[in-house]
């Protein structure tokens, strides 16, 4: 079984006195420079000067331009969007990244994928949290751990290992369990979910919203019992907290007599095949690259879909049930 590391495998004491440099003061760059303070570690953030920069230093950060920060820090946290990371990396902290710094990404994609090449002398380590930024922040003030993925790609110091679990405790995983991975596996499994297990659980979605719309249920009924009354997305989180089998016990005897009894029906080939496709793309980088084509073209089949979207019926049905349930547009 693979190992997984609490806070007891982990040292705080390894980042005392030194300063970390929070890059990105957004979904996780705001959530983990709070939860590393509140750990009692020094913590510097490196923004842009904007309104994201005046927010950091309201938190009670001491907040400075990226170059600064990486200049000023030993450990680089970057936590800003993937996509604009190799051009930030190139211009705004490979310069100030002196030999035994450590860069620690939340995310394996560009190292995974090639898009940016840290020096020799640099650690390049990954604490990726299997969470949403407002999840870390909130399930650290709760005391709860949350899971998180790490990974030491490059150990110039000899220290990478303990860097990671010392920034992965400071974040208030290790309370869970963070687990070792490759930059490889993270982004792999990332990318899997985003393109292999969202989309065919669209598709499904979708389906069963045709069905129901076909056969004269009312759209907004539909709707409503989908995806507005929230019950499902309660499944999920229950299947999260207990587990997939046992969930189904707090639904009724009908409920799970109809639903066991009709699964098998479901069962569909050509979902795990293009599944495997899907993981094939990624693994083999023909996705990686077909994305870099895809944005220096300047995104035209990404903004096309975007628009054709809009087109879906779904998008009205959305719409209008919003509206007669006074639910708000999302906008
Ligand atoms: P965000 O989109 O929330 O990052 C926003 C921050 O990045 C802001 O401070 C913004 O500054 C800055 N930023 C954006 N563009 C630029 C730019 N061109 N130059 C300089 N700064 C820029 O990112 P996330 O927190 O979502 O993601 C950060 C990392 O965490 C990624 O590697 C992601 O894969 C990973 N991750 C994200 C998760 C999530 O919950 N979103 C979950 C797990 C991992 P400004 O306000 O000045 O524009």
């Known amino acids: 079984m693979t190992r997984v590391y609490h806070d007891e495998d982990a040292d705080l004491g390894v980042l005392k006195g030194a300063t970390i440099g929070v890059i990105g003061y957004g979904n996780q760059g705001r959530a983990q420079a709070l939860n590393l303070r509140d750990s009692g570690l020094d913590v510097i953030v490196g923004v842009r000067a904007d309104e994201t920069r005046e927010q950091a230093g309201k938190d009670g950060f001491e907040a400075c331009s990226i170059r600064e920060a990486v200049q ?11 996509e604009v990371m190799p051009a930030v990396f190139a211009a705004e902290i490979l310069p100030g990244l002196d030999r035994g710094k450590a860069l620690c990404f939340a995310s394996g994609y560009n190292i995974a994928f090639g898009c940016l090449a840290p020096p020799a002398g640099t650690d390049v380590i990954m604490v990726a949290p299997r969470m949403i930024g407002a999840g870390v922040r909130q399930r650290f003030l709760e005391g709860k751990g949350f899971p998180s993925f790490i990974s030491v790609h490059q150990d110039a110091t000899g220290r990478g290992r303990q860097i990671a679990l010392a920034v992965a405790k400071g974040i208030g995983s290790t309370r869970g369990g963070a687990m070792e991975m490759s930059f490889a596996q993270e982004a792999e499994l990332d990318l899997f979910t985003e393109q292999a297990f969202g989309p065919a659980f669209g598709q499904v979605l979708l389906a069963a919203i045709q069905t129901l719309i076909d056969a004269g ?9 989908l995806i507005l ?3 499902f997305a309660y499944s999920l989180e229950k299947i999260a907290e207990l587990g997939f089998f046992k969930q189904m016990d707090l639904h009724s005897h ?3 007599y109809g639903s066991m009894s009709r699964s098998l029906n479901y069962m569909n080939p050509q979902t795990a095949a293009a599944m495997k496709q899907a993981l094939e793309a990624i693994r083999s980088g023909a996705f990686a690259r077909e994305w870099e084509a895809e944005k220096e ?6 903004n096309q879909m975007r628009e054709l979207r809009e087109l879906h019926p779904i998008a009205a049905w959305d719409r209008q049930t919003r509206e007669a349930f006074r639910l708000g547009t999302g906008e």
């Open 72 to 82: 000023r820090c030993r450990v680089v946290m970057m936590l800003i969007p993937d």
């Open 217 to 225: 249920y009312p759209a907004e009924a539909v709707m409503v019992e």
């Open 229 to 231: 009354s929230g019950e």
């Open 254 to 256: 009908t409920s799970q």
């Open 297 to 302: 073209a300047g995104l035209p089949v990404f």
